[in-house]
């Protein structure tokens, strides 16, 4: 018999840093936990495991004929535009009875990314804020944080300003800086990251260099992360129920 559950996919970057992976594995529980009709796995592009595909030849293996990849990525990027198409892809090319849907990444910039964002920071008054992202060469994806920070400003009413952990600048020092040389006195970091690890960690180094004086944690399993993966897994099958 079949199996009546569908089969959500979640894939992240996947670090070194263990954290990361505890803090995917607590937003598979979160979105598991929201649909018990759901079969909800975390896996990774990289460093952790297991890896997508991995989890596809399980899922196969085990009866289930669909599957939704949901990519943990905030920004379209290059793992977001050929590195989870092609697990879709493996999975065909080894012959997986298993038809995968692909979902659009969590970003760009949503009411409920950025009640997410707000969320995680900490309590306090700020007049002004940094965004900090792990940082990409990709100028459309950039474009796509600074949506965020417009938006993060906008909804608070205090200038809020974007920076980089690597690949672009400014730094989160540097954001800092400029925020206090206009006339800030609190500035805070909001952080553009789904989980913790080396990135997230440099950039609140470079943030409290610079006198910032409250660091927001990575998104995690916010509650507006779950609505999101629910969000993208219902568009995906409405895509797949147009195409057919």
């Known amino acids: ?119 995680r920071l900490p309590e306090g008054d700020f007049d002004a804020l940094v965004l900090a992202a792990a940082g990409t060469r990709n100028a459309a994806a950039r474009a796509t944080v600074a949506d965020a920070a417009a938006a993060l400003g906008r909804r608070l009413g205090v200038p809020c300003e974007v920076a980089y952990a690597s690949a672009a600048p400014p730094t989160a020092a540097v954001a800092v800086s400029a925020l206090r040389a206009a006339g800030a006195s609190r500035v805070g970091m909001a952080a553009y990251f789904l989980a913790p690890g080396l990135l997230y960690d440099v950039a609140v180094e470079s943030a409290l260099s610079a006198g910032a004086v409250a660091i927001a944690p990575p998104l995690g399993d ?23």
């Open 1 to 119: 018999m079949r199996p009546a559950r569908l089969a959500v996919v979640l894939v992240a970057h996947g670090s070194k840093d263990p954290r990361a992976a505890i803090s995917t594995r607590a937003l598979a529980e979160a979105v598991a936990g929201a649909h018990p009709e759901w079969e909800v796995h975390e896996s990774y592009l990289d460093h952790a495991g297991p890896r997508p595909l991995d989890v596809l030849a399980w899922l196969s293996a085990a009866g289930h004929r669909r599957a939704v990849l949901v990519p943990l990525l905030l920004t379209a990027a290059y793992h977001g535009r050929v590195d989870v198409p092609a697990v879709a892809t493996a999975a065909r090319t080894a012959g997986l009875r298993i038809d995968v849907e692909i979902a659009d990444i969590l970003g760009p910039v949503s009411t409920p990314l950025v009640d997410g964002l707000i969320r």
């Open 222 to 244: 916010a509650p507006e992360l779950v609505r999101l993966v629910t969000a993208r897994v219902g568009s995906a099958l409405s895509r797949r129920l147009v195409a057919a």
